[in-house]
């Protein structure tokens, strides 16, 4: 897109918010695995005390978003007064039909705020965070009286990516909560928020998907996986969907099979496999830069488990069959002070390497060989 120039067309720009094959959690019609968390959303409903600001945490991918929008869509178009005799909706489900439905799906309902990533007018590429500048509106929205019903609501998705102006403002929007209004806040990491944020909204913790369920869901949104893949795709995304599907698009699981294997080659690395391996990554252009995300997230994960191990005792099963055996040996050849430190170093180096532009295939190189170094 050229440089100062945005796409008036819808589609098109949701396409550069949403970049993925299955539907945006503001049109998703369903939720799967966290009935307990939209029980708890219901109830405070029908106590007449609902809270005026809800942070829903959990690992990205789970469906905070899909909840937050479940919820908002109920609030704006659901039936929730009791029936003739007293009797409530079970569920937070909304029918196709119903007042106002399709507003919320197109996100364009007068008393629905949506905060997130905006475009940048002079790249016609998403921000990497949420300004100030997109916060901007949102005081005003809450104190707004409803124009179509009850209540008005806000989602902001995520609040991992505001900057500190941006949280700043948020939070004197929670400091004046008005009456009729509800603040729905996804936050994959909420720790990094402000205190401030936390303290002022009811927090409900969201828990990882069975292994089972994810396995189930990737047959749903992607059927072109072949069965035997899915179990891997589901533990190698510790029980996030959009994870997993995420990794399904990337062709991940290849990727973690070739870093595997080039793993089990330690301590006497096998030099031109591991260089091969590294080769993939000197390259640029889309695939080449969703290649270098799934290996920051799969090496991770790898250590994270070799560390899960040491600490329970407990071989998990193995992904990939080359897998099978291989963390015991290497945490039975160092002691966990050289592996802490060569898993410093390894964080370090993928971390820092587009922050810094190093090169790609050497910071590849250079984690291997820190691995190999804590071994001897």
Excluded at 20 to 35: A, C, T
Excluded at 151 to 180: F, G, H, Q
Aim: neutral net charge; charged residues 25%; proline residues 6%.
């Amino acid at each position: 897109m050229a440089r100062g120039k945005t796409s008036a067309d819808p589609a098109e720009l949701e396409k550069l918010e949403w970049p993925y094959d299955w539907s945006p959690p503001w049109r998703s019609q369903h939720l799967v695995g966290h009935d307990d968390a939209e029980k708890t959303m219901l109830a405070a409903q029908q106590s007449g005390r609902l809270h005026h600001a809800w942070l829903l945490t959990g690992p990205r991918g789970i469906g905070k978003a899909t909840l937050a929008w479940r919820f908002a869509r109920f609030l704006l178009c659901g039936q929730q007064q009791g029936g003739l005799f007293g009797d409530g909706p079970e569920s937070l489900e909304v029918a196709p039909d119903a007042p106002g439905r399709t507003l919320v799906d197109a996100r364009s309902h007068p008393d629905l705020f949506h905060l997130r990533r905006s475009l940048n007018p002079d790249t016609g590429r998403m921000r990497a965070e949420i300004a100030v500048d997109d916060v901007r509106g949102l005081g005003a929205f809450m104190h707004m009286t409803p124009a179509m019903g009850k209540w008005r609501v806000a989602i902001v998705d995520s609040a991992d990516e505001m900057n500190r102006n941006s949280a700043n403002a948020v939070l004197k929007v929670l400091e004046e909560p008005p009456p009729n209004a509800v603040l729905l806040i996804v936050a994959h990491a909420p720790g990094r928020l402000l205190p401030t944020i936390r303290s002022r909204c009811r927090r409900l913790a969201l828990q990882p998907l069975a292994d089972e369920t994810v396995v189930r869901l990737i047959g749903d949104y992607a059927p072109d996986t072949k069965p035997e893949e899915r179990l891997a795709l589901a533990r190698l995304a510790e029980g996030s969907i959009g994870r997993a599907l995420e990794l399904a698009g990337a062709g991940s699981l290849e990727l973690y099979r070739e870093m595997v294997e080039v793993l089990a080659t330690l301590p006497d690395l096998d030099m031109p496999r591991l260089h091969a391996f590294a080769e993939r990554f000197a390259k640029r252009g889309e695939e080449a830069n969703a290649d270098w995300r799934s290996l920051n997230y799969l090496f991770d994960g790898w250590q994270k488990g070799l560390a899960r191990q040491w600490a329970l005792g407990a071989e998990a099963a193995a992904i990939v069959p080359s897998e099978s055996g291989l963390n015991g040996r290497l945490l039975a050849a160092a002691s966990l002070d050289r592996w802490m430190e060569a898993w410093e170093k390894v964080a370090h180096l993928l971390s820092r390497a587009d922050a810094v532009n190093l090169d790609r295939k050497q910071t590849v190189l250079g984690s291997f060989l820190a691995l190999q170094t804590a071994m001897r």
